[in-house]
């Protein structure tokens, strides 16, 4: 056999069979998505174990077969995709707002902010990354990240400071932002 025979073998037996194994798939399969996905494995697998395919009628049969095992596998999957989003709603329902994580005032003057401040200030204070970790994130340089993060310390103290809060609760750097805002 040439090396053009199993591509022409496999055209034709493609050719032949797709609209059977289309008609089959489509018929057991309730999204058009999962009804393409379950075509294009079927016909991979064909492809992969051309070898082992009868030949006549008796493809298409081994089609159907190899279709029904996809199916059973792509179900099996949808269900596990189904249980595990189930299972992430359920444990992202717990948590609270982010800006409601910090206490009190603080979580309220955080609120405030913009939501890039928001992300630099979380990535420093809950992810607790450096600067050059923040900037790999981000996709800026060191120094970029630096003056950002310089910038949104000084936007939360003004906003806490706008809040009457005592920013000798929060250090010395904190009094010292707010000054530098005034």
């Not at 798939?25 to 393409?36: F, G």
């Not at 008796?58 to 199916?71: E, H, Q, S, T």
């Not at 009190?104 to 450096?130: K, N, Q």
Request: charged residues 35%; glycine residues 6%.
């Amino acid at each position: 056999m040439g090396a053009a025979d199993p591509r022409r073998r496999f055209e034709e037996l493609y050719t032949e069979h797709y609209a059977a194994v289309s008609a089959y798939v489509h018929r057991r399969t309730d999204h058009p998505d999962d009804t393409a996905d379950v075509i294009a494995e079927t016909f991979t697998t064909a492809w992969r174990r051309l070898g082992d395919m009868p030949n006549g009628d008796a493809a298409r049969l081994w089609l159907y077969g190899v279709a029904r095992r996809v199916l059973a596998n792509h179900r099996r999957g949808e269900s596990r995709r189904t249980a595990l989003a189930q299972r992430l709603r359920e444990e992202l329902a717990d948590w609270n707002d982010p800006a409601s994580r910090a206490p009190g005032a603080l979580g309220e003057a955080f609120a405030r902010l913009s939501d890039d401040d928001r992300e630099l200030l979380a990535l420093v204070g809950w992810e607790e990354l450096g600067t050059s970790e923040i900037a790999k994130v981000l996709g800026c340089s060191r120094m970029a990240v630096r003056q950002r993060l310089h910038r949104a310390r000084k936007r939360l103290a003004a906003e806490l400071a706008a809040l009457d809060e005592d920013l000798d609760r929060y250090g010395v750097r904190a009094v010292k932002l707010a000054k530098e805002n005034a």
